[in-house]
Nanobody, 123 residues
């Protein structure tokens, strides 16, 4: 059974960097041909795909966040990490990690999800 678990601070100050880690069990993040994704859901809004890191280590970030977001991985720990810099209140959301076997980045195609982690940006 594949399980994903988000972890990180629940409160981040404006202008700081948000950092979240997704720990994966039951699968290997280097196994072809899966993509490991970050998605967020702001209060009262729909889920938004942030980006992904593929089995080979290639990363993909949505255009609107490309200047502020990065995704990396630690293969020894089977984890991948999202960093989002210069955060504002608009970055307050529940952040999810998810596995995508298709590479489409469509939310409906993702087969395993973490439970989500609420991150609030506030001073």
């Amino acid at each position: 059974q594949v399980q994903l678990q988000e972890s990180g601070p629940g409160l981040v100050k404006p202008s700081q960097t948000l950092s979240l880690t997704c720990s994966v069990s039951g699968d290997d993040i280097t196994r072809g041909y899966y993509y490991w994704n970050w998605i967020r859901e702001p209060p009262g809004k729909g889920r938004q795909w942030i980006g992904s890191i593929g089995w080979s280590g290639n990363t993909y970030i949505t255009a609107s966040l490309k200047s502020r977001a990065s995704i990396s991985r630690d293969t020894s720990k089977n984890q991948f990490t999202l960093q989002l810099s210069s955060v504002t209140a608009a970055d307050t959301a529940v952040y999810y990690c998810a596995r995508d076997p298709s590479g489409s980045a469509r939310l409906d195609d993702m087969d395993y999800w973490g439970k989500g982690a609420l991150v609030t940006v506030s001073s």
